[in-house]
């Protein structure tokens, strides 16, 4: 790959727009694809092109040498990615998502974890038997994550855990739901299982890992999403992981179906499907489903942009998101992946016998966006979420 200028550029080359520092990539990710695949990893020289434009830092604070980026703007670097490779998007999303945690945290301790240029944070959602006990300076854990996105090539780790006291009974916050706090600890002090022997995303080697009675000192446990813990004033830390993970998962998806629908139109003017005598665009049909693909595309972008250029907005002016807001986010980031998939399909299968053959553009594309909507901010009850919003049932608060 023809990556070293990325490298050798460093911090100076974080002065351009990282939306073109993303483009610049794009012919060295989607070359790199087949690698990825086979090792279901991100290769060396890879990530070190990806650290020397800066972009796993773009969501960590200006404090510890990130850039604090728009969502809007974060998105759409990772659309960018995702043109090239869906698994390498979605480990930028998740470790820059995980490097907010930087604005929770004291400063000594952030610049411990994030002060190396490719440093990289990775975790997985709380775990099924996690959990943390206080103790005198901080907690003693125990449990097991799944699904750590970049955990092969991150130097740190964090386990959601909910608090139990010394009876092993769950201690419930002040808003009466369950309290828990995230605890990082170094990756080579827990024991890492390799399970990711999956149908796609397969270069994101999101595996699962198990402490056992470790302590944490406190120092190193914050509670993800709690005013009182965050540290970090800028407009971005006003939204919440949980939200930066859904936009930007989003964008993977947007970033992956614009690919296989361009990649589509490419092959469109040239080929002749069997038993016809004019290419595929002169075809009504094809013609009727590519508009309706971009359609598609296009709406769902705009309004998951404009949502996030709204709430941007809200948070500049130092208010809080409203119900409808977050309910909105919400909605517009599972439509665009919903959407997304749909328009990769009308490429996959617009394509015929072309889109089988794995030097094509579509079948890694096909598994990767199915694989994208099995994760959790993906799946349709989603919906259901924002719809509660939408009626105005009181319940829909707890779930927002």
């Known amino acids: 790959m023809n990556i070293d200028a990325s490298i050798a550029k460093g911090r100076a080359g974080r002065a351009t727009d990282p939306v073109r520092r993303a483009i610049a990539l794009r012919a060295a990710i989607e070359g790199a694809a087949p ?3 086979m090792s279901r990893s991100l290769p060396q020289e890879l990530r070190a092109a990806l650290h020397g434009a800066g972009l796993f830092r773009l969501l960590l604070p200006r404090t510890f040498d990130g850039e604090e980026v728009e969502p809007a703007t974060f998105v759409a670097v990772v659309e960018e990615i995702a043109k090239g490779d ?3 998007a979605w480990c930028v999303a998740q470790g820059s998502g995980c ?7 004291e400063p000594d301790v952030a610049r411990d974890i994030f002060g190396g240029m490719d440093a990289v944070l990775a975790w997985g959602p709380v775990g099924p038997n996690a959990k943390a006990t206080a103790v005198e300076g901080g907690y003693r854990v125990t449990g097991t994550w799944l699904y750590a996105s970049g955990s ?3 130097e740190w780790l964090g386990g959601h855990s909910p608090l139990v006291d010394a009876k092993g009974e769950r201690i419930t916050g002040p808003d009466g739901r369950p309290a828990e706090r995230t605890m990082l600890f170094r990756k080579r002090d827990a024991l890492v299982k390799d399970v990711w022997q999956v149908v796609g995303l397969k270069g994101t080697g999101s595996d699962t890992y198990t402490v056992t009675d470790m302590f944490i000192p406190a120092r190193h446990t914050f509670t993800r999403e709690s005013a009182d813990d965050r540290r970090e004033t800028g407009t971005l830390y006003r939204f919440t992981t949980f939200q930066m993970f859904g936009a930007s998962f989003a964008g993977v998806a947007l970033g992956t179906a614009r690919a296989a629908l361009d990649a589509f139109m490419q092959i469109a003017s040239t080929k002749v499907p069997m038993l016809a005598t004019k290419p595929l665009r002169e075809n009504s049909v094809v013609q009727s ?3 309706v693909a971009e359609a598609k595309w296009q709406s769902s972008r705009a309004f998951l942009m404009q949502t996030l250029e709204q709430m941007w907005q809200t948070a500049s002016r130092g208010e809080n998101f409203s119900m409808q807001q977050r309910a909105a986010l919400r909605l517009a980031a599972v439509h665009a992946i919903h959407q997304s998939k749909e328009v990769v399909e009308t490429a996959y299968h617009l394509a015929g016998g072309s889109a ?3 030097n094509q553009a579509f079948e890694r594309r096909l598994r990767d966006i199915h694989a994208i909507t099995q994760q959790v901010q993906s799946q ?3 919906f259901e979420v924002a719809g509660q919003v939408l009626l105005g049932l009181p319940s829909a608060s707890k779930l927002i």
């Open 356 to 358: 089988i053959f794995e």
């Open 86 to 88: 869906a698994s390498t």
């Open 380 to 382: 349709f009850s989603n």
């Open 35 to 37: 690698s990825i695949e």
């Open 152 to 154: 092969r090539h991150a």
């Open 99 to 105: 490097s907010m945690a930087a604005a929770y945290l």
């Open 289 to 291: 489903q590519v508009a």
